[in-house]
């Protein structure tokens, strides 16, 4: 089992900058690949970020790239989305998910383990 906890949500405006922050638990958290979704109201779920265990392997969404990092730090039990030129369209709540395959990083079925999301608002 791995247990995921997000962080870092709030309101910021347009052109801002937020870091998300996933805490990790479970003995084998570290191996898998970590991804980020989010979710605006009435929208499907969508992938925006994944990242490989060692970290040397990382896959954005278009919408995102130039704008937002994803990163991981093993010995702190981390999975960070620094998100910078925050835009409106940016609003949603966002996921933190696990996937032990490592395979279809993109897609939210491939994911095992979820947060419970924390919500990012940015206003115009």
């Known amino acids: 089992q791995v247990q995921l906890v997000e962080s870092g949500g709030g309101l910021v405006q347009a052109g801002g900058s937020l870091r998300l922050s996933c805490a990790a638990s479970?003995?084998?958290?570290?191996?898998?690949?970590m991804g980020w979704f989010r979710q605006a109201p009435g929208k499907e779920r969508e992938f925006v970020a994944a990242?490989?265990?060692?970290?040397?392997?990382?896959y954005m969404t278009d919408s995102v790239k130039g704008r937002f990092t994803i990163s991981r730090d093993n010995a702190k039990n981390t999975v960070y989305l620094q998100m910078n030129s925050l835009k409106p369209e940016d609003t949603a709540v966002y996921y933190c998910a696990c996937n032990r395959r490592g395979t279809a990083r993109d897609t939210s079925a491939s994911y095992d383990y979820w947060g419970q999301g924390t919500q990012v608002t940015v206003s115009s």
């Open positions: 990242i490989s265990w060692s970290g040397n392997n990382i």
């Open positions: 479970g003995r084998t958290w570290s191996w898998y690949v």
